[in-house]
């Protein structure tokens, strides 16, 4: 056996580096190969993390440090995969050529385009965002949608996810959990201001979550709206104005809004049809890479040699993301002992 | 004049102008009311709520709607036998809830 | 409002029109609400842009209102629709143009539902040449004549008399645009730019000199809504619905509204009289109300068609406020003269609305 053999990781975001940092450890050679021009994936563009409000630039540079000496490809995407007898020969767009002993897909996932669901008017009504603007504003503290002194503002879970006409059935998982956390965020900022969050169920699977949601409840004093907000316009002097069912009394239910915040879901890579194309493996009918199995055998691909790691095979969170990150870089590790 | 037929009035609840007071009034006297999450535990289990319709799940709803109207009506069905209590996933204090409502509601008279 | 966030919408939802060859299917409806709408389409599209535009009187109703009524059955309504293709087939036309807003509707989804089930079109060919001995071919293009008018809109602005601009102050107009539900809704990719934000009416606004208004209930329908209408016991609903939209118009204090389906027009119109009877309440300036146009009655002010030969005196909301603004000249003890300078009679003025 050999321990200079090479893996190349597809994707610089949080399951790359944990990946390709958990491989140099068991003495492997790990490679990324990342199409933007920096590590850290969607984190890096994110505020502070659920459910205690830690900083994201935190763990991104933690995991910058942990892939340190790793040779890194930036703005580089795959050009070619071609399987060969002994692993497979890549080259990339800057016409590199590598030589690899196996391929971890962490090429993650997409964040649904807000303008898409059109009747919430993503690009069309002054105050309205998405959740990925809002981290953005957190960061920076500009944005001119975002107004001064806010009175009122909405979140709207689900936005293109559980929706079939989207062209996506599955939960976001995160969104949640995001929105609970955002709102919180936005209240401890303007306390004065009312908070309402749209939803069709509240999914608070994680540790911590639910005492999230009870404490954006009780002590934040943020209202839940059970119902789906079915249409957006602008009100005369530039506001939002959302219409949605109460459906806990059954009843329409309308409200101005001075921003309204739009849960964008996570959706499959637009990138995976080329990629799966390029080593033949299936999709599933979402558009994520489907796993060899859905229990035990998350980070296996049908081909030999190709492993998963994070959102590429669905949504997942932070510590999930991080956990499965581990597990590919272990199923590496058994692979690799078995080549001659 | 007369069309035979006239505007319906609306159903709409409108956040813009609901009158919330009351709702929080009784939050600062029984905090438990925040945290409802509406799954209908009191009124399954409540033993009036099938002949009468009260419903503490529809009272807090009722509030934060500013249906005071309906509240009031529901609360004087309420036999404060405390069964809501008991299931209340929240643990919320419904018993509570509900006399420090009709506190508020007797201190309100005249105003309603 | 971000205009270039619509515009990006409207690049996305651009349909095809072919720009000559028409076979022109007419609405039941539509020559007794707005008499002179159809008539001014056909000579604006013949006379102004010189077209080929054909119409047979062979062509029955669509049968959408019996259907949307539900007192036919689909595979009779789909029937009635391949005699209209029949129709359109013997004159050697192969583009169907509809003036109403439900026959086009109608013929969308007619079309759409044969795609999904051949099997029903075989049925509905075999049920036309057993009722008629006619045989059809789908037409190739379904357009509304809305739809021609947007296409157009350029060639009319450029030969435009009129502008929808104030003409004293060269202000643009407020316009309000409504949509028929049928136009977009039931097949976004049929309309010309969707179903959210329809541009069929406000391009043609824009192109002429007015500024579109974006109120909170655009998306809302006009109240006509088949049974809310037709059956009087529900017909509050309707009026619920209209005063709704004008209660969230008002603030932009619109010049006038455009429309391009044969019920919106008549209920926006009509219904401004009703609330002002029952409410006591106005929407347009100094106690007239909002004037409502159909699109060819407004495309024939702009090209200076008089006003009283297309018609607009039997629409119950004055125009003379919207006529005075774009400075178009009428001559007001013409106003109940029809052809030939007969008397049409003079109608009743309501209480509180002023109407001239």
Known sequence: MTMDRKIVIIGGGIAGMETAACLRDLGWTPVIVEQSSALGGHVAEWNCLFPDLAPAGKLVDSLRAKVEGIEIHLDTVIAAINYLRKGYSLVLSDGTKLQSDAVVFATG????????????????????????????????????????????????????????????TQCSKVCCITAI??????????????????????????????????????????????????????????????????????????????????????????DNDRL??????????????????????????????????????????????????????????????TLK | MDFGFSLSPSSAVNLDNTDMSLYERLCEREPGAKTCMACGSCSATCTVSAINGMSVRKVILGLQRGQFRDVEKMLSRCMLCGKCTMVCPRGINTRHLILELCRLYGSKEGEL | MIYQGKQKIWSDYQKDIPDDHWFYVRSCIRQSFFPGSEKFFMKIVRDDLGKDIY????????????????????????????????????????????????????????????????????????????????EFKVPKYVAHASDLVYKFRNEIAARAKFRLVDHET???????????????????????????????????????????????????????????????????????????????????????????????????????????????????????????????????????????????????????????????????SKKYLGLNEKEIMKPGLPTVLKCC
């Open chain 1, 109 to 168: 996932f997409s964040l649904f385009r807000a303008e898409k669901k059109e009747e919430y008017g993503y690009g069309i009504y002054d105050h309205v965002i998405s959740n990925k603007d809002l981290e953005l504003w957190f960061n920076t503290g500009s944005d001119e949608r975002v107004p001064d002194n806010p009175k009122a503002v909405g979140f709207v879970h689900c936005v293109g996810s559980r929706d079939i006409k989207a062209g996506n």
């Open chain 1, 181 to 270: 956390k955002q709102a919180i965020e936005f209240k401890e900022k303007f306390p004065k201001a009312e908070v309402y969050c749209f939803y069709m169920d509240l999914r608070l699977f994680g540790r911590k979550y639910e005492d999230f949601y009870i404490h954006a409840q009780k002590d934040m004093g943020i209202h839940f709206i059970r119902g789906r907000v079915s249409e957006v316009s602008e009100t005369i002097d530039g506001r939002v104005f959302v219409k949605a069912e109460d459906t806990l009394s059954g009843k329409p239910l309308r409200v101005s809004l001075d921003l309204l915040v739009l849960m964008a879901g996570i959706v499959c890579n637009r």
């Open chain 1, 276 to 337: 799966a194309q390029a080593v033949s493996l299936p999709l599933d009918e979402d558009g994520f890479f489907r796993s060899r199995d859905n229990v035990s055998q998350l980070t296996l691909s049908d081909k030999p040699g190709v492993f998963f790691a994070g959102t590429c095979t669905g949504p997942k969170t932070i510590p999930e993301t991080l956990a499965e990150a581990r597990s590919a870089a272990l199923a590496v590790n058994e692979y690799l002992k």
């Open chain 3, 55 to 134: 119409e047979t009187e062979h062509h029955t109703t669509c049968g959408g209102i019996a259907y949307h009524c539900d007192t036919i059955p689909q595979e009779t309504a789909m029937t009635i629709v391949a005699r209209q293709f029949a129709l359109m087939t013997e004159a050697g036309y192969e583009n169907l143009v509809a003036s109403c807003i439900t026959s086009f509707g109608n013929y969308c989804e007619t079309i759409e539902t044969w795609r999904e089930f051949p099997e029903l079109e075989a049925r509905v060919r075999e049920h036309l040449w057993k009722a008629c001995r006619r």
């Open chain 3, 170 to 332: 060269g202000e643009p107009l407020r316009i309000v645009e409504h949509i028929g539900c049928h136009y977009s809704k039931m097949f976004p990719h049929k309309g010309v730019g969707g179903a959210e934000y329809p541009c069929v009416l406000s391009g043609m606004a824009e192109a002429w000199g007015g500024e579109v208004i974006d109120y909170p209930e655009r998306r809302h329908c006009c109240g006509f809504g088949f049974r809310q209408y037709l059956v009087r016991a529900n017909r509050g609903y309707s009026l619920s619905n209209t005063h709704k939209k004008f209660e969230s118009m008002e603030p932009y204090h619109p010049d006038c509204i455009i429309t391009n389906c044969p019920g919106c027009p008549f209920f926006l119109d009509r219904w401004q009289y009703v609330i002002s009877e029952m409410e006591g309440k106005t929407y347009g300036q100094d106690g007239h109300g909002i004037p409502v146009l159909t699109y060819e009655e407004l495309a024939a002010l702009v090209l200076g068609y008089d006003p009283w030969d297309m018609g607009l005196q039997i629409h119950q909301v004055g125009l003379e406020p919207l006529l005075d603004k774009m400075g178009v000249p009428y001559d007001p």
